[in-house]
Structure formats: C-alpha cells, structure tokens
C-alpha cells in the first residue's frame, strides 16, 4: 500500500458531510449546484480564495480594465449549462452577443480563421505552397493504413507541409509551449478544421474566403464584471451555509485513509466522497502519496502570462470590431489577442474618467503627467512558458507592447494609461503523448478511494475544458456519486461535442411535480394545463 499521511485526531472543529467539493470555480461550482437541486446527500464547496471563480476569474486593474484569466468567452454543447448560466444573470442587459471576428496575422496581412481554409488570402508564392502541401496530404491519406502517431503527423496528413511549416507549427509551439511531435491528436475533435480541398482551391481561384467555422462562431459575454462576474452570481444561487471560502476553504492536508480533510482554520472536514477539483498534481501532494505524487510527473502543462495594455483614444479603424487574433511569427511573444473593450464597453473605464498617461507605446515618457480623459479600449495578450520555451518574465510586458506595434496592432506614439500582468502557473493541460497512460492509472486509484479528481486540471483533459465541458465535469461527477450515472463529458469527450446534451435541465421533471405538489397543498389552483407546461418551459429555459 503507497505511503500516505495521516490526520490525527483534530484539537479544532469538526464537521461530517456526505460529499465534500473542492473548489469553487466552474467544476466545483457545477458539482455543488447539482448536489443542491438533488437535495439528498449532505454536501459542501470550499475553496481558498474569497471569491469564487477559479481559472475563469476576472482582475481589475487599479485604473478600472477589467482582464479574465485568458481568454474566455461563453459558447454551450449542454442545456444543463445555459440554464444554470440564465438562472445566474436572467436578463437581456446582462449580456453583450457577439459575432467571433477573428483573423491570423501573417506577413503583415489579417488572415481570416481558419488559417488553412483561407490561403487565398495569402501572397501567391506561399498559396502555391500550401496548395502542393494539401494535395499531397489528400493523396497520402487515402492510402494511409494506420491513424497518425502525433499532432506532427496529424497536421501533415491533414493540411500537408506547406500550411504546418507555415502556421501550425509555429502557432502550436507558441501556445502549448512543447513542439507537435510531443503532442497526441486524439484531443482534436472539433477543435482544429480540416480543409476542404476543393474548396480552398476553389476560393484560391475566384480570390474568396471562407466563412466562420467552429463552435464558437457566435458567442456571449457578461456586460460587466467580466467572466468571473458569472461564477460570482452562479455561486451565489448556492446556500451559504454550505460554502467555506478563503482561509477557512483552503486545504492544508487530505488524509484519503481515514476520509479526513485538515483546512487553513484548523478545521477537520469528514466526508463520505470527495469531488477535488484541484490541479492532479496538486492534490496528490495534499494527501502525501508518494506513488500517486510519481505518476503525476509524467503530465505536462504549460504557464500561461495573462499582459493587459489599456490606451487612450477611440478604438482605431483597423481594429475594428475583431474579436481575438492569433500571432504566428516571432515578431511578438503573444499568440493570441482579445480586443477585450469590444467585448463589453464596460471592461474599461468611462470616457470621462481621468487618468495619466503611464508611457507611450514606445516606451518614451510622456509630455504630460495631467490626469486626462478618454475615450479608452483594452488588448489582453496571452504568452506561455515551459522548460522548452522559456521567456523573459522581467521585460515580458515592454517585449509584448513592442510586439503590439510590429503587429501594428498599436502606433508608437499611442497613449498607455494602464498595463497589467500575471502569470498562472497552470495554463494549459498539455495532451502529451504520455498523458492518457497516465490518467488511466491515477484516476481509477483515486476512484477506488472515493475521490474524483475533475475539471480543467483535475482531469487533465483540455478537449473538454472549456468553461461549458468544465461546470458539467462536476455535474456529471456529483450524478455519479449520488446514483452511479454515467460521466459522458469525461469519458466521451467526442461524443458530447458533436451534440446537443439536453438530458439534464435545472428544473427537471422531479422538480416540477414537486412544485406543482407544494401547490396542490397550499390549496392553490392550477392553471390550465397549456398554461402550466408552458410555465415549466419558461422556468427550464
């Protein structure tokens, strides 16, 4: 039996529950609400921070730009998700709904995404490139007998020389921070379009391009409080007398032996079974597993640095209403960019506010130290590290405004009124070649000792760890707890992509009777019975 540390007997208080949620971002958020609307176990959700939200929180700057930690934005395979999400913030002023504008940025030109469905776009020499590459490619596919080894090979035999050489692989290296051939493919799923031949080399000929693709082309977002503001108003649909969060939430040892977990406070949690949404490599450390602690070792993630630049000036014309941007080439640390002022004009202050100017885009101090008015917008950049792609932590944020004016995505002389930058340590879950043996080694374990390790880190699964896939992660997990369900997202990531999951509702059938029960009691009457459905459906919407 591995070696692992024991709790004795606690001197503090002591509280027993049935199942125990650690962590209150968008998996333990998820397991928690469908634990209350079951309404049977005895349950609790903590977590070390004060405010919910996890990884998909949002910071302010002391100037008033609103940056999520990354890249977020709201899209749904799962019905279960929007209702929960509605329930949280109901109204239309609630959100902005956007159109995905998004564009690659190669050779000074704004590429439309998909990259590879649209060289068209691109200088004749490399359409011929890409073209010979994907011919190529389709050839040696149908003869192909096996499924590619890696990533590498998947983009070869997918897109051809010419467009991986081009962009996918300087792209890839630049946000997983590993090369592709140390990377599986059988994450992909609808993550990555595959060309049509045809196509392409139709729209190559009549100079088109290709529409949006992908299950984000249309997408929401919060009119304020960025992202984290929908975790804050989810978790406060939870009782609060089941959450414990801050110091009082932070776990400081988890003794698996004994179901025993010691938190900041000196407070001693028993529990039946465990939902952890804490990093694997994390939690295995809590309960002091040696063995466990090993295995993680051989998963791979990446760091991610989250920079904010914020500016005076109305947002100029060749930004426009784009929404993201990807940034193939080594003339900026960054790979991707959200013209985050164009998601709510509420992610920067008002236009009357008054604010200095802290430095001119090239670096330059300005004429003036006057407090002046805007207009303003905001530009959040994203930058990973790992051991084979170091950066420079120290001028990571000049290196990345000068990248802003090699992309001419910012001017020299533009005003910068505020900059932010923080590092996650955990970025990216790496689906490395070795990651699925791994997981199938530690997850059982952890299963047979009544822990279920889920959520973006906690699965170590990124084709299923968008905040959607995340939040239904601990539904799923809390369902098979409480009954033995089956846990599709985790197990089944391709099958949940490629559908509408419209199974599970917020108001379900048990909890509709049951109203119409506390009605029936109250004496109340019934409405008639097209009212009474429709009623069902509205609450459910």
């Not at 299950?215 to 929908?230: D, E």
């Not at 409480?482 to 419209?502: K, Q, S, W």
């Given at each position: 039996m591995a070696h692992r540390r024991q709790l004795s007997k606690a001197s503090g208080k002591e509280i027993d529950i049935d199942v125990l949620v650690i962590g209150a971002g968008p998996t333990g958020q998820g397991a928690a609400k469908r634990l209350h609307q079951i309404d049977g176990p005895s349950w609790m959700i903590i977590d070390s921070n004060e405010v919910p939200g996890g990884l998909a929180s949002t910071d302010v700057t002391p100037e008033g730009f609103l940056y999520d930690v990354g890249g977020h934005v709201i899209f749904s395979h799962y019905k279960y998700?929007?209702?929960?999400?509605?329930e949280a913030l109901p109204n239309e002023t609630d959100w902005y709904q956007h159109q995905r504008i998004s564009y690659v940025r190669y050779k000074g030109l704004w590429v439309p995404y998909p990259f590879q469905n649209n060289i068209s776009m691109l200088p004749k020499e490399d359409q011929v490139t890409c073209l010979e590459g994907m011919i190529d490619a389709t050839v040696e596919a149908r003869v192909a007998t096996s499924k590619p080894k890696d990533f590498d090979e998947w983009i070869l035999r997918n897109v051809g020389e010419g467009i991986a050489d081009i962009f996918m692989r300087p792209y890839n290296f630049k946000v997983w921070a590993v090369p592709t051939t140390k990377m599986q493919c059988q994450w992909l799923g609808e993550r990555v379009a595959a060309p049509n031949l045809k196509l392409v080399t139709k729209n190559v000929v009549l100079n088109k391009t290709a529409g949006?693709?992908?299950?984000?082309?249309t997408f929401r977002f919060p009119a304020y409080g960025g992202t984290g503001n929908i975790w804050i108003k989810v978790a406060e649909t939870l009782p609060k007398e089941n959450t414990r969060f801050g110091d009082q939430g932070r776990v400081?040892?988890?003794?698996a032996d004994n179901k025993r977990v010691l938190l900041g406070d000196g407070t001693t949690i028993n529990y039946q079974k465990l939902i952890s949404t804490m990093s694997l490599d994390y939690l295995c450390e809590a309960m002091r597993d040696e063995e466990l602690v090993k295995l993680t070792k051989g998963l791979f993630y990446s760091t991610t640095h989250v920079i904010g630049v914020g500016l005076r000036g109305a947002r100029p014309e060749r930004i426009g209403d784009k929404c993201w941007l990807y940034f193939p080439e080594d003339n900026c640390p960054f790979y991707r960019a959200t013209i985050f002022s164009n998601y709510s004009p509420n992610n920067q202050p008002a236009a009357s506010k008054k604010l200095p100017t802290q430095q001119l885009a090239d670096g330059s101090k300005p004429s003036s130290s006057e407090a002046k008015e805007g207009p303003y917008w905001s530009i959040m950049l994203e930058v990973s590290e790992s051991s084979l792609k170091p950066v420079d932590q120290a001028n990571m944020l000049q290196d990345c405004i000068q990248g802003l004016i090699n992309t001419d995505m910012i001017r020299p002389a533009d005003e910068i009124v505020s900059t932010y930058h923080r590092r996650f340590d955990h970025g990216y879950p790496t689906p490395s070649l070795e990651r699925d043996g791994v997981l199938k080694q530690i997850l059982p374990k952890l299963h047979d000792m009544?822990?279920?390790?889920?959520?973006?880190f906690g699965?170590?699964?990124y084709e299923v760890g968008n905040q959607d896939h995340s939040f239904m992660l601990g539904v799923e997990a809390a369902d098979h707890v409480?009954?033995?369900?089956?846990?599709l997202t985790l197990n089944y990531p391709d099958f949940v992509n490629t559908r509408l999951n419209d199974e599970r509702r917020l108001v379900d059938g048990a909890q509709f009777f049951k109203s119409m029960k506390g009605i029936r009691n109250e004496g109340v009457a019934l409405r008639p019975k097209g009212d009474a459905g429709a009623g069902a459906s509205k609450a459910g919407a």
């Amino acid at each position: 039996m591995a070696h692992r540390r024991q709790l004795s007997k606690a001197s503090g208080k002591e509280i027993d529950i049935d199942v125990l949620v650690i962590g209150a971002g968008p998996t333990g958020q998820g397991a928690a609400k469908r634990l209350h609307q079951i309404d049977g176990p005895s349950w609790m959700i903590i977590d070390s921070n004060e405010v919910p939200g996890g990884l998909a929180s949002t910071d302010v700057t002391p100037e008033g730009f609103l940056y999520d930690v990354g890249g977020h934005v709201i899209f749904s395979h799962y019905k279960y998700f929007d209702d929960c999400i509605n329930e949280a913030l109901p109204n239309e002023t609630d959100w902005y709904q956007h159109q995905r504008i998004s564009y690659v940025r190669y050779k000074g030109l704004w590429v439309p995404y998909p990259f590879q469905n649209n060289i068209s776009m691109l200088p004749k020499e490399d359409q011929v490139t890409c073209l010979e590459g994907m011919i190529d490619a389709t050839v040696e596919a149908r003869v192909a007998t096996s499924k590619p080894k890696d990533f590498d090979e998947w983009i070869l035999r997918n897109v051809g020389e010419g467009i991986a050489d081009i962009f996918m692989r300087p792209y890839n290296f630049k946000v997983w921070a590993v090369p592709t051939t140390k990377m599986q493919c059988q994450w992909l799923g609808e993550r990555v379009a595959a060309p049509n031949l045809k196509l392409v080399t139709k729209n190559v000929v009549l100079n088109k391009t290709a529409g949006n693709w992908g299950p984000n082309a249309t997408f929401r977002f919060p009119a304020y409080g960025g992202t984290g503001n929908i975790w804050i108003k989810v978790a406060e649909t939870l009782p609060k007398e089941n959450t414990r969060f801050g110091d009082q939430g932070r776990v400081q040892l988890i003794d698996a032996d004994n179901k025993r977990v010691l938190l900041g406070d000196g407070t001693t949690i028993n529990y039946q079974k465990l939902i952890s949404t804490m990093s694997l490599d994390y939690l295995c450390e809590a309960m002091r597993d040696e063995e466990l602690v090993k295995l993680t070792k051989g998963l791979f993630y990446s760091t991610t640095h989250v920079i904010g630049v914020g500016l005076r000036g109305a947002r100029p014309e060749r930004i426009g209403d784009k929404c993201w941007l990807y940034f193939p080439e080594d003339n900026c640390p960054f790979y991707r960019a959200t013209i985050f002022s164009n998601y709510s004009p509420n992610n920067q202050p008002a236009a009357s506010k008054k604010l200095p100017t802290q430095q001119l885009a090239d670096g330059s101090k300005p004429s003036s130290s006057e407090a002046k008015e805007g207009p303003y917008w905001s530009i959040m950049l994203e930058v990973s590290e790992s051991s084979l792609k170091p950066v420079d932590q120290a001028n990571m944020l000049q290196d990345c405004i000068q990248g802003l004016i090699n992309t001419d995505m910012i001017r020299p002389a533009d005003e910068i009124v505020s900059t932010y930058h923080r590092r996650f340590d955990h970025g990216y879950p790496t689906p490395s070649l070795e990651r699925d043996g791994v997981l199938k080694q530690i997850l059982p374990k952890l299963h047979d000792m009544d822990i279920l390790s889920r959520g973006r880190f906690g699965s170590w699964k990124y084709e299923v760890g968008n905040q959607d896939h995340s939040f239904m992660l601990g539904v799923e997990a809390a369902d098979h707890v409480v009954n033995g369900a089956a846990e599709l997202t985790l197990n089944y990531p391709d099958f949940v992509n490629t559908r509408l999951n419209d199974e599970r509702r917020l108001v379900d059938g048990a909890q509709f009777f049951k109203s119409m029960k506390g009605i029936r009691n109250e004496g109340v009457a019934l409405r008639p019975k097209g009212d009474a459905g429709a009623g069902a459906s509205k609450a459910g919407a």
